[in-house]
C-alpha cells in the first residue's frame, strides 16, 4: 500500500514545551493530510487537516505544515499540556482513489 | 445525535467460523471505510465504499469482505477468520468534500480475538 512513514514513534516533553511529529509519503497524487488524536481506549478523532494547495494551516494551539516538493507534512503542537498526552497518526488521501493510508502513530506524553 | 455505530464491541471467535461484524452510520455520507489497528502498524485500511454499491481494496483486504447495499450500513464479513485476524476494527465515515473524502468519523471499535 501507500508508504506514510511517521517520526518520531514516541515523544516525550515537558509541559508547556512544544512537540513536532513529522510524516513523509511517497504518491505525489496525494491531496488531502488529517492528523488525528486517539486518546487511550478512544476512537481517533480529527484535530486539524491540509489540503495541497495550502502551505500551512493553524488552530489554536495546533498547526500543520505541508511541503509537497519535498513530501512531507508536519503537526506542530505549542504550549503542551497533559491533555495532549494521546497518541497522532498523520494520513494521506490519493487524488484519484481516496484511499486513506496512515502513519504508524506517534505516543505524546506530556509531563507536569 | 451523529454518530458510526459498531457492533460488537467485543467478539472471541474460533478459527474457520464466519463472523459480520456491523456498522451503521446516521450522517447521510457518501464515503464509509473500514481499518484495523495493530500495535507498532498504525491504521490500515482494508476496504473503502464511495457510495452504494461502490467498494474498492484498501492496503489490507485480504481475508475480508464488504457489502454497500444501502447508503447507511457497511458490514465487514470474515468468511473463515484466522488468528492473524486478530485485532481491533473500526469503521467509519467521511462526508464528501468538493475535492474528495474529508474528516473520518469513526466508531467505537470492534475488539476481535480469533482463537
Known amino acids: 500500500g501507500e508508504n506514510v512513514e511517521q517520526h518520531p514513534s514516541t515523544l516525550s516533553v515537558q509541559e508547556g514545551d512544544s512537540a513536532v511529529i513529522k510524516c513523509t509519503y511517497s504518491d505525489s497524487a496525494s491531496n488531502y493530510f488529517p492528523w488525528y488524536k486517539q486518546e487511550l481506549g478512544k476512537r481517533p478523532q480529527l484535530i486539524i487537516d491540509i489540503r495541497s494547495n495550502v502551505g500551512e494551516k493553524k488552530d489554536q494551539r495546533i498547526a500543520v505544515t505541508l511541503n509537497k516538493t519535498a513530501k512531507h507534512f508536519s503537526l506542530h503542537i505549542t504550549e503542551t499540556q497533559p491533555e495532549d498526552s494521546a497518541v497522532y497518526f498523520c494520513?494521506?488521501?490519493?487524488?484519484?482513489?481516496?484511499?486513506?493510508?496512515f502513519g504508524a502513530g506517534t505516543t505524546v506524553t506530556v509531563r507536569a | 445525535e451523529a454518530q458510526v455505530t459498531q457492533n460488537p464491541r467485543y467478539l472471541i471467535t474460533v478459527t474457520g467460523k464466519k463472523l459480520t461484524v456491523t456498522c451503521s452510520q446516521n450522517?447521510?455520507?457518501?464515503?464509509m471505510s473500514w481499518y484495523r489497528q495493530d500495535p507498532g502498524l498504525g491504521l490500515r485500511q482494508i476496504y473503502y465504499?464511495?457510495?452504494?454499491?461502490?467498494?474498492d481494496k484498501g492496503d489490507v483486504p485480504e481475508g475480508y469482505k464488504v457489502s454497500r447495499k444501502e447508503k447507511r450500513n457497511f458490514p465487514l464479513i470474515l468468511e473463515s477468520p484466522s488468528p492473524n485476524q486478530t485485532s481491533l476494527y473500526f469503521c467509519?465515515?467521511?462526508?464528501?468534500?468538493?475535492?474528495?473524502?474529508?474528516?473520518?468519523?469513526f466508531g467505537q471499535g470492534t475488539r476481535l480475538t480469533v482463537v
Open positions: 467509519a465515515s467521511s462526508p464528501q468534500g468538493a475535492r474528495g473524502p474529508t474528516e473520518a468519523f
Open positions: 450522517m447521510n455520507h457518501e464515503y
Open positions: 494520513a494521506r488521501e490519493g487524488v484519484n482513489d481516496y484511499k486513506l493510508s
Open positions: 465504499s464511495m457510495n452504494v454499491e461502490v467498494t
